[in-house]
């Protein structure tokens, strides 16, 4: 049965070429003349394309229903107003749930999404080497695709909030996990397309693999940020190849497509088929060879690290690879062991570059823990701080931490939800209080996304400056010189987490107002005044330091104090 044209359909120019005719006639001659082992071979493709088709129950269509299902397919694949209008209004209720990070929005999305329907006419396109109706259903679709691209673009440029949340992370490159997503719903589009059954519910999981990143590449654009659109583009790309060709494996096994001896092999089609073909399949490719790449560095890498922390109860609770297009790869790892080991990141980069041959950016988080139960509560709360991009983005900058503060680090912990990286250094030879602020400080510029907090050694006491009134006596040079400034005290403080400390050392007078700059700072403050004879008020000097008293009394030394408090009753 010849396949006809649709209204609204471009007729056919008058001025076609004969040459063009003539290679279809030829074409045609040659295969009514095929020899006999061609047509027992296609007799023997044919029996077992119906058997396999019987095996995953798809139905065996007789020629009229698949040219009946043909022409439904493109007639719901073209161009309309409604479709343009339902791609805009897909398209900015995506980008607005992406701004959210709001999932449900974006399944919302999907429900008026048509994509569907002009990807089901590109699968039956391959699957019938119809050069024509693949020109066509790639202009509806490109077209779709610009559509989402724009309005991503406006309303990101019009929204107040513009930051990358975790869902718009979760698609600036192609994983593994999003290309099987992408397969399994073509698979379910073209089984569905083949029984008319359930369309309207696959078409929003095929949707869901294109329309967000499309609005993501809008996105990019519109935040200035090259490398978030060209990896949202590559994976719809790949998603768009996924799912096209499973709709041209189902189309072809169900026996939906058109027969190749009915195909139309002139040169412009024959163009037009490779041309699509090549542009489909490249992306896919390149997503295939990146993946592959990831999963040699992931081997490569669950084995260096193990032996970098001492192969003995190590266990890597979560392991994230990145290959970038520019750049090294990079390796994110949370590992959970017994005890601590140092520089074990420069030793795994160092096992993977002589396993790989090339540098990997490695990022180890140490999560010490003794025994099971405390190693299975660690993994549960690692999988819960996970968010939908992944550690690989929401892991703070480790390296970079470690080399700005540029000293042996005895711990270092994050608390995400407040964006804060801990360093608790080893004790360095003759440095002060204000060389780890200072150090603290210098660590952060070059963070982002992430503060800093230093911890430094802590100390049992410290003596701090007072401020100067008239009635001070100047003091000699070298006069405390241990004496530190109250605002680094405090900072001290707040990083060791006291609640609660003494003051002593001067009046109460003198007292009270360090004390008060201790409250502002979120810790209580013990006054103990300096105990002064009678008659000798007016003979001292007020004092120009007080004794802060870091360590609270011991249980021992209170129950020492206590004891002799009853003897003197």
């Not at 009946?68 to 980008?95: F, K, N, S």
């Not at 000798?536 to 870091?550: F, G, K, N, Q």
Request: hydrophobic letters at 45%; proline letters at 6%; glycine letters at 8%.
């Amino acid at each position: 049965m010849p396949e006809t044209r649709l209204p609204g359909d471009s007729p056919a120019p008058e001025t076609a070429t004969t040459t063009e005719g003539d290679a279809r006639d030829r074409f045609h001659q040659l295969w009514r003349r095929r020899p006999w082992w061609v047509r027992r071979a296609e007799a023997f493709v044919h029996l077992m394309r119906v058997r396999f088709a019987h095996l995953v129950l798809l139905p065996e269509l007789t020629p009229d229903q698949a040219y009946d299902l043909r022409q439904t397919v493109r007639q719901e694949g073209q161009l309309t107003r409604g479709y343009m209008l339902m791609c805009a209004l897909a398209a900015g209720i995506a980008i607005l749930g992406l701004l959210q990070s709001s999932t449900a929005v974006v399944i919302g999305a999907m429900l008026v999404s048509p994509l569907m329907s002009p990807i089901a006419s590109l699968g039956f396109g391959f699957a019938s080497l119809d050069g024509h109706r693949i020109r066509d259903a790639v202009r509806v679709v490109a077209i779709g695709a610009a559509i989402g691209i724009a309005t991503g673009i406006l309303l990101t440029w019009l929204s107040p909030i513009r930051n990358a949340t975790p869902e718009i992370l979760a698609r600036t490159e192609p994983t593994l996990l999003d290309l099987a997503v992408a397969l399994f719903s073509g698979v379910a589009g073209g089984y569905a397309t083949v029984i008319g059954k359930g369309g309207t519910a696959i078409g929003v999981a095929i949707a869901t693999a294109l329309m967000p990143p499309l609005t993501v590449i809008g996105y990019g654009i519109g935040v200035f940020q090259p490398m978030f659109a060209f990896g949202a583009f590559l994976l719809f790309l790949t998603n768009l190849a996924a799912i096209t060709f499973a709709f041209a494996v189902i189309a072809r096994l169900s026996g939906a497509a058109r027969p190749f001896g009915k195909v139309e092999w002139t040169p412009r089609y024959v163009a037009v088929l490779i041309a699509a073909f090549l542009a489909l399949a490249t992306p896919l490719t390149m997503t295939l060879m990146k993946l592959t790449s990831e999963a040699r560095i992931r081997s490569a890498a669950q084995t260096a690290i193990e032996h970098a922390c001492g192969d003995q109860n190590v266990t890597i609770a979560q392991l994230d690879v990145r290959s970038r297009m520019f750049g090294a790869p990079s390796v994110r790892a949370l590992v959970i062991s017994p005890s601590y080991t140092g520089n074990a990141e420069s030793r795994t980069e160092a096992l993977l570059r002589d396993t790989l041959g090339q540098d990997v950016e490695v990022s180890l988080q140490q999560v010490l823990a003794a025994d099971v139960q405390s190693q299975t509560r660690a993994m549960v709360d690692a999988a819960m701080e996970r968010t939908t991009a992944g550690i690989a983005a929401d892991v703070p900058p480790y390296k970079s931490i470690r080399q700005k503060v540029g000293l042996p680090t005895r711990s270092l912990w994050s608390d995400r939800a407040q964006r804060m990286v801990y360093v608790e250094p080893v004790p360095a030879p003759e440095w002060t209080l204000a060389d780890y602020r200072a150090t603290e400080q210098a660590a952060n510029q070059g963070v982002t996304g992430w503060t800093v907090r230093l911890v430094p050694p802590p100390q049992a006491s410290l003596t701090v400056r007072l401020s100067e009134t008239a009635e001070d006596q100047p003091v000699a040079d070298g006069d405390a010189t241990d004496a530190i400034p109250a605002d680094l005290a405090v900072w001290a403080l707040q990083r060791w987490g006291m609640g609660e400390v003494t003051l002593s050392g001067a009046s109460h007078d003198r007292l009270a107002g360090l004390a008060k700059m201790l409250s502002d700072g979120g810790i209580a403050a013990q006054i103990v005044p300096l105990v002064i004879p009678p008659g000798e008020e007016d003979e001292l000097a007020p004092a120009r330091t007080a004794t802060i008293s870091v360590y609270a009394a011991s249980p021992s030394q209170v129950s020492r104090q206590q004891a002799a408090a009853r003897d003197d009753q």
